[in-house]
Structure formats: structure tokens, C-alpha cells
């Protein structure tokens, strides 16, 4: 009975880190337990953590779990290609629906690590596809909006605007959908065309749904999207050039959050302090979430550390 409850542990954890979750804290009699592969990637101790996996899979090759947790490891290590390798047998043995789309969705964000968004579509495709049989309209449209994010942060700039555009109009199928669920719906909408706008050299396009988002959210329907704005000020005025503006916005997001932590970086190397922008590349580097907006800054981050390391080193490109 003690093993089976702790592999119903280690199982759940395995869910939590594929998903990019943090686990909480654990009470002094659990932390005499090993530590679970879940916990070592959250302590960034990832060969540990891989050989813990790998020592499940020895036990229960045929773990969904434990074949994501394995790929987590080693996307985190920068070994994308023997990622994959896990997280298709995890595809390949997953035999419940949720299980597929977990498996999916992490393939994609893995392919996302490595920078094929092309090759992301694919497993994505498969997700929406599925939530959409089942008539999960809100799924679906997450997502899509998924792909749209990891294919802009690529600078795939027409193929982030069709999966966007594909998330806003799946989302606002739902039936009945109440008011505040609409607003989400625009509210990304729009965040997501001032991002590809202001991308696209349209700075005044981009303001002009900057204000549209600030309407959106003034409605006071959806405040837990609150916390976005900022990020999208902020990277507006970052592609737009205004990076002392950038900077102020930015440093009223969320900070622990990879992707905004590697955009600070690049704002302080605009202004030339490189000494902040080498603080928050390394905390963006040191990501252990397996995320959409880890899946671009964390290889980034570890780019601008490897070029800044070299002899007259300068800032990536």
C-alpha cells in the first residue's frame, strides 16, 4: 500500500511538471521521502530529475506521465531532439483523451523549445481538434491561442495571426456564453493583434488596440486579466522604441514570469546596463517551467548568456 500511494504521488507530480505547474510545499515528514523527478525540476536539479524518470520508466514504461517528465527534463536541458523522443512515446502510449491532449500540448510547447512553430502546429492541431469533437469550445480556443503565442514569439508574425484569429472566433462559440467570457475572448484578441501589429513596424495600429484592450478591461468583468496589460505596454513600447517607457510598464508585470523577465533583459541592453540585463537573462534562463512563454525565452536567455560568456562578447541578435 505504501508503494502504490506514493506511485499515485509521483504520477500526479509527473501531470504537474508537464503542464509547467510549481508544486507546493511540502511538510517536513514528506520531505524525508526521495524527492519525486516533479520536485528536482522544480529545484532545477534536472539530471536528477531525468534519472528519476528514467528509473520510472523502467517500472512502468508505459507511464504517460513519466515519459512527459522525462522530455521536461532534458527541453529543459537544451537536448530538444531526445525530448521528443519521450514525449512521442508518451502520445504513442496515452490511451485516455486527456491524456492525448496533455501529451499534445507538450509536444507542441517541446517543439516550441526548439523553434519550429510549423512543427508545433501539428500536435496542436490535434488538441483543438479533439476539444472541438467534444464541443469544448473554451479549450479549444486556448488552444489555439497557444499556437498563435508560441508561433509570434517565433516571429512566424501571418501564422500567429490565423491561430489567434482561429482561438477568438472558436471561443465565442460556446453557447450561452455569458459577458465576461466574451471580454476574455476580445481582450486576447486584441492583446494579440497589438502585439503582431507592433511587430509588424504598425506602431500606431498597435496603440490603437492598446486602448482597445484598456477598454475592455474597464468593464470590469475579467480583473484577473489585469495583471496582462502591463506586459502589453510594455512590449509595445519595447518594438516601438521607447524603451525607457518599456521598461516602466514592464516592471509592473508579472516578474517571475520567463518571457517577461527575458523582454526586460533585452529593454536593459537597450539602454546599455548590461549588468541588469545579465540579472534577468539569468533568471529567465534558470526557468523550470515547460511553458509557452518558457518555450521561447528560456533557450533565448541561455543564447544571451552563452554569446555574453565569450571573449568580447555582445548581445544576441
Request: hydrophobic fraction near 40%; charged fraction near 25%.
Amino acid at each position: 500500500m505504501v508503494i502504490r500511494a506514493g506511485y499515485w504521488v509521483r504520477i500526479v507530480s509527473f501531470a504537474l511538471v508537464a503542464l509547467g505547474l510549481v508544486l507546493p510545499g511540502l511538510s517536513p515528514a514528506f520531505q524525508e521521502r526521495p524527492l519525486t523527478g516533479a520536485q528536482l525540476v522544480n529545484r532545477g536539479q534536472l539530471e536528477e530529475a531525468l534519472v528519476v524518470f528514467r528509473h520510472d520508466l523502467e517500472i512502468l514504461p508505459k507511464s504517460v506521465a513519466a515519459n512527459n517528465g522525462a522530455g521536461v527534463a532534458l527541453d529543459l536541458m537544451g537536448h530538444y531532439a531526445e525530448a521528443r523522443q519521450y514525449f512521442s512515446q508518451a502520445i504513442k502510449v496515452a490511451s485516455r483523451p486527456q491524456e492525448k491532449v496533455l501529451a499534445w500540448r507538450a509536444m507542441a510547447i517541446a517543439w516550441g523549445f526548439a523553434g519550429d512553430c510549423r512543427s508545433a502546429g501539428k500536435y496542436d492541431t490535434e488538441a483543438y481538434e479533439l476539444y472541438l469533437s467534444a464541443s469544448d469550445f473554451y479549450s479549444a480556443g486556448e488552444v489555439a491561442d497557444e499556437m498563435g503565442r508560441l508561433c509570434l514569439d517565433r516571429g512566424d508574425l501571418d501564422r500567429a495571426w490565423d491561430w489567434y484569429e482561429k482561438g477568438h472566433s472558436t471561443g465565442l462559440r460556446q453557447p450561452d456564453i455569458p459577458r465576461d467570457r466574451t471580454d476574455l475572448w476580445n481582450f486576447r484578441w486584441a492583446h494579440a493583434k497589438a502585439r503582431i501589429a507592433v511587430r509588424r513596424g504598425k506602431t500606431a495600429d498597435a496603440r490603437k488596440l492598446l486602448a482597445e484592450a484598456k477598454t475592455i478591461l474597464d468593464k470590469g468583468r475579467i480583473p484577473d486579466q489585469t495583471e496582462y496589460f502591463p506586459y502589453l505596454a510594455g512590449y509595445v513600447e519595447f518594438y516601438a522604441g521607447d524603451y525607457a517607457a518599456a521598461l516602466a510598464d514592464l516592471n509592473e508585470a508579472n516578474r517571475d514570469d520567463p518571457f517577461i523577465q527575458c523582454l526586460l533583459a533585452q529593454t536593459y541592453e537597450k539602454l546599455g546596463n548590461v549588468d541588469r540585463a545579465l540579472e534577468h537573462y539569468r533568471k529567465a534562463a534558470g526557468s523550470t517551467a515547460h511553458s509557452v512563454p518558457a518555450a521561447f525565452a528560456q533557450p533565448f536567455a541561455r543564447s544571451a548568456m552563452q554569446q555574453y560568456a565569450k571573449p568580447g562578447g555582445q548581445q544576441p541578435q
